[in-house]
């Protein structure tokens, strides 16, 4: 891990951010905005920040993104 | 996972369908619909599962991994199935039910048997805040400046999350298993600790976004 990886991980994002209980509350939301090349940050103002700063939540907005593209049933 | 679709009639995969009414109908028809709502979360957790299997061992049972998940993500659903606002589609919702469940039980899984230590003094015997010989000046002055305010700044229980998810790279729902807590007051830890952090290194004069000093006026 590199010094700037380790400085960026302990000082996390720099912006507000929601918390993993709202993550969670908006991400359908979210992705399908991403998902249909709309703006997702305005949808969810601060998520992007958690995102950016929770892995758990990171990676399974991932997830959601990735079953949503590869799914015809998930497709906005 | 392809053969499931194919089972999953047309018009519950479409935006009109009408999931929630369905699914408190009672009688035949909400067996039916929770019957249909399974077969997808099955898929969405199968869809986990896979992607995360490179680190699971060869022993682990996927396919009662994915059905584990499955099924707790429909009990959370028809438990919270009245929260449902319609703000994505139906299906959209339901998935990440599935994902959460899934990538929660494959995280446990492969950490099970790994330890975690919850010392909060550990991070001074980790090599992450050695800045190495190739540091510049101003980056070796940053990782003192941040040693020093994980030690002074933060409460012992900060310290502990902050160096478990950061430097150990321990997954955030692990260790709130571990410390028998949730993830979102994990997280919650976590993000106070950051704050503190960035808020001593700020006294400091550090610009803690791109690690350089601001000159001293």
């Not at chain 2, 709502?37 to 995360?52: C, D, G, K, S």
């Not at chain 2, 659903?77 to 589609?89: F, N, P």
């Not at chain 2, 899934?102 to 001074?124: H, M, Q, Y």
Request: glycine share 8%.
């Amino acid at each position: 891990m590199s010094e700037h990886d380790v400085t960026r991980g302990m000082l996390g994002p720099s912006g507000p951010e929601i918390g993993c209980d709202a993550c969670f509350e908006y991400l359908d939301r979210y992705v399908e905005a991403e998902v249909a090349g709309g703006d997702p940050d305005t949808a969810v103002p601060g998520m992007a920040a958690h995102l950016e700063g929770c892995p758990a939540c990171s990676e399974e907005h991932d997830s959601l993104v990735a079953l949503l593209r590869s799914s015809p049933i998930g497709s906005p | 996972m392809t053969a499931a679709l194919t089972l999953i009639p047309r018009e519950m995969t479409e935006e009109r369908f009408d999931w929630v009414a369905a699914l408190s109908a009672g009688g035949r028809e909400q067996d039916e619909a929770t019957r249909r709502l399974h077969e997808l979360l099955m898929r969405a957790a199968h869809f986990e599962v896979n992607r995360r299997r490179g680190s699971l061992d060869s022993a682990t049972d996927v396919d009662q991994l994915a059905a584990d998940a499955a099924h707790d993500a429909l009990m959370a659903i028809t438990a919270k199935l009245h929260t449902y606002r319609g703000d994505s589609r139906f299906t959209t919702w339901a998935y990440k039910f599935a994902l959460l469940e899934a990538a929660t039980k494959v995280r446990r899984r492969a950490w099970r048997g790994r330890e975690v230590s919850l010392d909060p003094d550990a991070w001074t015997r980790l090599p992450g805040l050695d800045a190495g010989p190739a540091s510049s000046a101003e980056q070796s002055e940053l990782m003192h400046a941040l040693g020093h305010a994980i030690d002074q700044a933060l409460t012992p229980h900060q310290r502990l999350v902050l160096v478990s998810v950061t430097l150990e790279g321990v997954p955030i729902d692990v260790l709130a298993e571990r410390l028998s807590s949730s993830r979102g007051a994990v997280y919650k830890t976590l993000h106070d600790a950051r704050r503190k952090l960035r808020q001593r290194l700020a006294e400091q004069g550090f610009d803690v976004d791109s690690g350089r000093k601001e000159a001293a006026v």
